[in-house]
């Protein structure tokens, strides 16, 4: 199986900036991609960014140019740098990742973090 762990939220004012880590640990060959969410209060969960195995990246049109999605293989770390925040980049940040395992039978599945608050002042 594959699990991953969101670390870095806080507390910061806007225009400033914050990084996220998202460290996966099991069958780290399998995973496909890893994805950020956010969710902010009764709102539904949104797609930040994602980086595929290949390294390719996409990012969610309210993030471009102000987000960065990257990743570490020697740590198995996915990192998500968030520049000129806003008050509306407040939400629980959830990392996901998306993997295939192959072994006796094929296992496809996703598997979410707990989650880390990243709250903006104005």
């Known amino acids: 199986q594959v699990q991953v762990a969101e670390v870095g939220g806080g507390l910061v004012q806007a225009g400033g900036s914050l990084r996220l880590a998202c460290a996966a640990s099991?069958?780290?060959?399998?995973?496909?991609?890893i994805e950020w969410y956010r969710q902010a209060p009764g709102k539904e969960r949104e797609l930040v960014a994602l980086?595929?195995?290949?390294?390719?990246?996409n990012y969610a049109d309210f993030v471009k140019g102000r987000f960065t999605i990257s990743r570490d293989n020697a740590k198995n770390t996915v990192y998500l740098q968030m520049n000129s925040l806003k008050p509306e980049d407040t939400a629980v940040y959830y990392c996901?990742?998306?993997?295939?395992?192959?072994?006796?039978?094929?296992?496809?599945?996703?598997?979410w973090g707990q989650g880390t608050q990243v709250t903006v002042s104005s």
């Open positions: 996901a990742a998306d993997y295939t395992i192959v072994a006796d039978t094929t296992t496809v599945g996703r598997t």
């Open positions: 099991g069958t780290i060959s399998g995973i496909n991609a």
């Open positions: 980086i595929t195995r290949h390294g390719s990246k």
